[in-house]
Protein backbone atom coordinates (compact mmCIF):
# COMPACT_ATOMS: atom_id res chain seq x y z
CA UNK A 1 0.00 0.00 0.00
CA UNK A 2 2.93 2.41 0.78
CA UNK A 3 2.98 3.72 -2.86
CA UNK A 4 -0.24 2.81 -4.16
CA UNK A 5 -2.25 5.85 -5.55
CA UNK A 6 -6.10 6.85 -6.41
CA UNK A 7 -6.19 6.55 -9.97
CA UNK A 8 -7.80 9.76 -11.30
CA UNK A 9 -9.90 9.73 -14.22
CA UNK A 10 -11.39 12.60 -16.33
CA UNK A 11 -14.15 12.78 -14.36
CA UNK A 12 -12.66 12.76 -10.91
CA UNK A 13 -12.14 17.02 -12.14
CA UNK A 14 -15.41 17.65 -12.80
CA UNK A 15 -18.36 18.01 -10.91
CA UNK A 16 -20.89 20.46 -9.65
CA UNK A 17 -20.92 22.30 -6.18
CA UNK A 18 -24.41 22.00 -4.37
CA UNK A 19 -26.63 24.34 -3.16
CA UNK A 20 -27.01 24.95 0.52
CA UNK A 21 -25.25 26.40 3.66
CA UNK A 22 -23.27 23.87 6.01
CA UNK A 23 -25.06 23.88 9.42
CA UNK A 24 -22.15 22.27 11.24
CA UNK A 25 -18.68 23.13 12.53
CA UNK A 26 -15.41 22.97 11.88
CA UNK A 27 -13.04 21.31 15.02
CA UNK A 28 -10.04 19.38 15.43
CA UNK A 29 -8.88 15.96 16.61
CA UNK A 30 -5.46 14.47 17.25
CA UNK A 31 -4.01 17.10 14.93
CA UNK A 32 -6.46 16.40 11.90
CA UNK A 33 -9.51 18.87 11.18
CA UNK A 34 -12.73 17.95 10.34
CA UNK A 35 -16.25 19.16 10.05
CA UNK A 36 -19.04 18.25 12.61
CA UNK A 37 -22.68 18.08 12.56
CA UNK A 38 -23.81 16.64 15.57
CA UNK A 39 -27.16 14.89 14.78
CA UNK A 40 -29.38 14.14 18.04
CA UNK A 41 -27.83 14.96 21.68
CA UNK A 42 -29.13 11.92 22.98
CA UNK A 43 -27.12 9.30 19.84
CA UNK A 44 -23.50 8.97 20.95
CA UNK A 45 -22.68 5.66 20.30
CA UNK A 46 -23.04 5.44 16.40
CA UNK A 47 -21.07 7.59 14.64
CA UNK A 48 -20.38 8.10 10.91
CA UNK A 49 -17.73 9.04 8.94
CA UNK A 50 -17.51 10.28 5.34
CA UNK A 51 -14.25 10.16 3.39
CA UNK A 52 -13.94 12.88 0.50
CA UNK A 53 -13.43 13.65 -2.79
CA UNK A 54 -10.12 15.14 -4.29
CA UNK A 55 -12.03 18.47 -4.03
CA UNK A 56 -12.53 18.28 -0.19
CA UNK A 57 -13.19 21.32 1.34
CA UNK A 58 -12.97 23.48 -1.81
CA UNK A 59 -16.95 22.72 -2.67
CA UNK A 60 -19.05 22.51 0.74
CA UNK A 61 -20.79 19.34 -0.84
CA UNK A 62 -19.24 17.01 1.83
CA UNK A 63 -20.25 19.16 4.39
CA UNK A 64 -23.83 19.48 2.97
CA UNK A 65 -23.79 15.88 2.61
CA UNK A 66 -23.11 15.21 6.41
CA UNK A 67 -25.52 17.39 7.69
CA UNK A 68 -28.24 15.37 5.42
CA UNK A 69 -27.15 11.73 7.42
CA UNK A 70 -26.87 13.87 11.01
CA UNK A 71 -30.62 15.19 10.18
CA UNK A 72 -31.76 11.89 8.88
CA UNK A 73 -30.65 9.22 11.00
CA UNK A 74 -29.54 11.46 14.16
CA UNK A 75 -26.30 10.12 14.36
CA UNK A 76 -23.07 12.72 14.79
CA UNK A 77 -21.04 12.76 11.59
CA UNK A 78 -17.67 13.54 11.03
CA UNK A 79 -15.45 14.51 7.92
CA UNK A 80 -12.07 14.41 8.58
CA UNK A 81 -9.61 16.76 6.47
CA UNK A 82 -7.51 13.92 4.68
CA UNK A 83 -6.21 16.58 2.35
CA UNK A 84 -4.88 18.34 4.92
CA UNK A 85 -5.89 21.29 3.55
CA UNK A 86 -4.50 20.77 -0.19
CA UNK A 87 -7.98 20.15 -2.17
CA UNK A 88 -8.40 21.12 -5.61
CA UNK A 89 -9.54 23.93 -6.56
CA UNK A 90 -12.51 23.94 -8.61
CA UNK A 91 -11.42 27.69 -9.83
CA UNK A 92 -8.37 26.42 -11.23
CA UNK A 93 -10.19 23.52 -13.57
CA UNK A 94 -11.72 26.09 -15.99
CA UNK A 95 -15.38 24.79 -17.97
CA UNK A 96 -13.04 22.10 -19.86
CA UNK A 97 -14.73 19.42 -18.84
CA UNK A 98 -18.12 20.18 -18.56
CA UNK A 99 -19.62 17.68 -21.37
CA UNK A 100 -18.42 14.96 -18.50
CA UNK A 101 -21.59 15.01 -17.08
CA UNK A 102 -22.72 12.41 -19.25
CA UNK A 103 -22.04 8.96 -20.33
CA UNK A 104 -18.91 9.45 -22.86
CA UNK A 105 -20.91 6.00 -24.90
CA UNK A 106 -23.55 8.94 -25.17
CA UNK A 107 -21.05 11.07 -27.65
CA UNK A 108 -19.24 11.00 -30.68
CA UNK A 109 -16.25 9.49 -31.15
CA UNK A 110 -14.56 12.87 -32.22
CA UNK A 111 -16.17 14.27 -28.86
CA UNK A 112 -15.33 11.42 -26.51
CA UNK A 113 -11.36 12.03 -28.08
CA UNK A 114 -11.25 15.89 -27.45
CA UNK A 115 -12.82 15.83 -23.73
CA UNK A 116 -10.35 13.13 -22.62
CA UNK A 117 -7.44 15.20 -23.95
CA UNK A 118 -9.14 18.18 -22.30
CA UNK A 119 -8.80 16.35 -19.36
CA UNK A 120 -5.14 14.67 -19.57
CA UNK A 121 -4.07 18.09 -20.23
CA UNK A 122 -6.09 19.33 -17.19
CA UNK A 123 -4.77 16.91 -14.49
CA UNK A 124 -0.98 17.47 -16.03
CA UNK A 125 -0.55 21.38 -15.87
CA UNK A 126 -3.41 22.68 -13.80
CA UNK A 127 -3.00 19.68 -10.93
CA UNK A 128 -0.01 17.79 -11.75
CA UNK A 129 0.67 14.28 -10.57
CA UNK A 130 2.92 15.49 -8.07
CA UNK A 131 -0.88 15.61 -5.80
CA UNK A 132 -1.84 12.13 -5.78
CA UNK A 133 2.47 11.88 -4.68
CA UNK A 134 1.46 13.99 -1.68
CA UNK A 135 -1.74 11.99 -1.15
CA UNK A 136 -0.85 8.43 -1.55
CA UNK A 137 -2.74 5.84 0.33
CA UNK A 138 0.13 5.04 2.26
CA UNK A 139 0.06 8.49 4.01
CA UNK A 140 -3.90 9.06 3.42
CA UNK A 141 -5.17 5.73 5.08
CA UNK A 142 -3.27 6.07 7.97
CA UNK A 143 -4.46 9.21 9.09
CA UNK A 144 -8.28 7.82 8.13
CA UNK A 145 -7.10 5.20 10.49
CA UNK A 146 -6.50 7.21 13.43
CA UNK A 147 -8.99 9.48 13.05
CA UNK A 148 -11.70 6.20 13.39
CA UNK A 149 -9.77 5.35 16.38
CA UNK A 150 -9.48 8.80 17.60
CA UNK A 151 -13.24 9.08 17.48
CA UNK A 152 -13.56 5.40 19.49
CA UNK A 153 -10.90 6.48 22.18
CA UNK A 154 -11.72 9.94 22.51
CA UNK A 155 -15.14 10.60 21.90
CA UNK A 156 -16.25 7.21 23.03
CA UNK A 157 -18.56 5.24 20.29
CA UNK A 158 -18.87 2.28 19.81
CA UNK A 159 -19.59 1.70 15.80
CA UNK A 160 -18.36 3.64 13.02
CA UNK A 161 -19.66 3.76 9.30
CA UNK A 162 -17.72 5.25 6.78
CA UNK A 163 -18.74 6.56 3.58
CA UNK A 164 -16.51 7.43 0.96
CA UNK A 165 -16.48 9.01 -2.89
CA UNK A 166 -14.21 8.60 -5.48
CA UNK A 167 -10.28 9.34 -3.57
CA UNK A 168 -12.46 8.72 -0.26
CA UNK A 169 -14.10 5.75 -2.24
CA UNK A 170 -10.26 4.25 -2.72
CA UNK A 171 -9.53 5.17 1.00
CA UNK A 172 -12.74 2.74 1.68
CA UNK A 173 -11.45 -0.58 0.63
CA UNK A 174 -8.54 0.04 2.97
CA UNK A 175 -10.44 0.52 5.85
CA UNK A 176 -12.37 -2.82 5.31
CA UNK A 177 -10.03 -4.52 6.73
CA UNK A 178 -10.26 -7.31 9.72
CA UNK A 179 -8.67 -5.07 12.29
CA UNK A 180 -9.94 -1.55 11.44
CA UNK A 181 -12.07 0.62 13.62
CA UNK A 182 -14.57 0.78 11.26
CA UNK A 183 -18.00 -1.40 11.56
CA UNK A 184 -19.55 -0.85 8.13
CA UNK A 185 -18.51 0.63 4.66
CA UNK A 186 -20.41 2.50 1.85
CA UNK A 187 -17.72 2.71 -1.38
CA UNK A 188 -19.19 5.25 -4.15
CA UNK A 189 -17.01 5.64 -7.48
CA UNK A 190 -13.54 4.61 -6.49
CA UNK A 191 -10.39 5.00 -8.15
CA UNK A 192 -8.66 1.84 -6.89
CA UNK A 193 -7.38 -0.01 -5.19
CA UNK A 194 -5.31 -2.77 -6.76
CA UNK A 195 -7.72 -6.11 -7.18
CA UNK A 196 -5.46 -7.60 -4.43
CA UNK A 197 -6.67 -5.35 -1.61
CA UNK A 198 -10.68 -5.76 -2.32
CA UNK A 199 -10.42 -9.55 -1.39
CA UNK A 200 -8.72 -8.36 2.32
CA UNK A 201 -12.17 -6.73 3.09
CA UNK A 202 -13.58 -8.12 5.81
CA UNK A 203 -16.86 -5.66 7.01
CA UNK A 204 -20.18 -5.62 5.29
CA UNK A 205 -19.78 -3.42 2.22
CA UNK A 206 -21.80 -1.89 -0.23
CA UNK A 207 -20.35 -0.67 -3.69
CA UNK A 208 -22.28 2.18 -5.63
CA UNK A 209 -21.24 2.63 -9.13
CA UNK A 210 -22.70 5.02 -11.57
CA UNK A 211 -23.78 3.91 -14.98
CA UNK A 212 -20.26 4.39 -16.59
CA UNK A 213 -17.00 4.91 -14.80
CA UNK A 214 -13.46 5.42 -16.03
CA UNK A 215 -11.43 4.45 -13.01
CA UNK A 216 -13.95 1.34 -12.59
CA UNK A 217 -14.89 -0.48 -15.76
CA UNK A 218 -17.39 -3.37 -14.61
CA UNK A 219 -17.01 -5.35 -18.16
CA UNK A 220 -13.44 -5.32 -17.01
CA UNK A 221 -13.30 -5.41 -13.21
CA UNK A 222 -11.77 -8.33 -11.84
CA UNK A 223 -13.38 -6.87 -8.42
CA UNK A 224 -16.82 -7.92 -8.79
CA UNK A 225 -16.68 -11.68 -8.49
CA UNK A 226 -13.86 -11.04 -5.28
CA UNK A 227 -16.50 -9.13 -3.51
CA UNK A 228 -18.67 -12.62 -3.67
CA UNK A 229 -15.72 -14.66 -1.88
CA UNK A 230 -15.03 -12.71 1.03
CA UNK A 231 -16.31 -13.90 4.25
CA UNK A 232 -18.56 -10.81 5.07
CA UNK A 233 -22.06 -9.33 3.65
CA UNK A 234 -21.57 -7.40 0.60
CA UNK A 235 -23.55 -5.67 -1.61
CA UNK A 236 -22.88 -3.96 -5.63
CA UNK A 237 -25.46 -1.12 -6.45
CA UNK A 238 -24.78 -0.32 -10.24
CA UNK A 239 -28.88 1.05 -11.53
CA UNK A 240 -27.64 4.39 -11.80
CA UNK A 241 -28.37 5.31 -15.25
CA UNK A 242 -27.24 8.77 -16.74
CA UNK A 243 -24.50 9.06 -14.38
CA UNK A 244 -20.47 8.81 -14.64
CA UNK A 245 -17.74 8.96 -12.07
CA UNK A 246 -18.43 11.33 -9.23
CA UNK A 247 -22.26 11.90 -8.96
CA UNK A 248 -22.62 10.61 -5.33
CA UNK A 249 -20.62 13.56 -4.40
CA UNK A 250 -20.59 15.95 -6.99
CA UNK A 251 -23.94 15.60 -8.80
CA UNK A 252 -25.87 17.89 -11.72
CA UNK A 253 -29.14 18.24 -9.84
CA UNK A 254 -30.53 20.20 -12.64
CA UNK A 255 -30.77 16.90 -14.26
CA UNK A 256 -33.28 14.31 -13.33
CA UNK A 257 -31.85 11.59 -13.78
CA UNK A 258 -28.70 12.62 -11.72
CA UNK A 259 -30.48 13.90 -8.95
CA UNK A 260 -32.95 11.01 -8.64
CA UNK A 261 -29.13 8.77 -8.66
CA UNK A 262 -27.64 11.25 -5.95
CA UNK A 263 -30.64 10.97 -3.28
CA UNK A 264 -31.00 7.15 -3.95
CA UNK A 265 -27.63 6.99 -3.29
CA UNK A 266 -27.98 8.81 0.28
CA UNK A 267 -30.95 6.88 0.90
CA UNK A 268 -28.81 3.56 0.40
CA UNK A 269 -25.84 4.32 2.42
CA UNK A 270 -28.52 5.69 5.50
CA UNK A 271 -30.69 1.78 4.78
CA UNK A 272 -26.94 0.29 4.68
CA UNK A 273 -25.42 1.75 8.53
CA UNK A 274 -29.05 1.48 9.91
CA UNK A 275 -28.55 -2.11 8.84
CA UNK A 276 -25.37 -2.93 9.95
CA UNK A 277 -24.33 -0.75 12.69
Request: hydrophobic fraction near 40%.
Amino acid sequence: MSDEQHTPCPACFQGYRMDGTPKGTMEKLGGLEYYYSPGKPDQKDKAIVIGVDMFGFGVPNCKIIADWFAEKTGWPVFVPDLLEGDHIDPASLGSNLDALEEPMAKKPFLTRMAITLGAVWTFGYKIGPRFLARHSMGHVVPLAEKFCHDLEKEKGFKSLGYVGYCFGGTVSVFLAKADSAVDALVCFHPGGPKPAEWANIAKPFLLVLPEEDFAFDRSKSTVLPMLEKVPVETKVIDDNPGTTHGFGCRPNMAKPQIRQAFERGLEHTKDWFEAHL
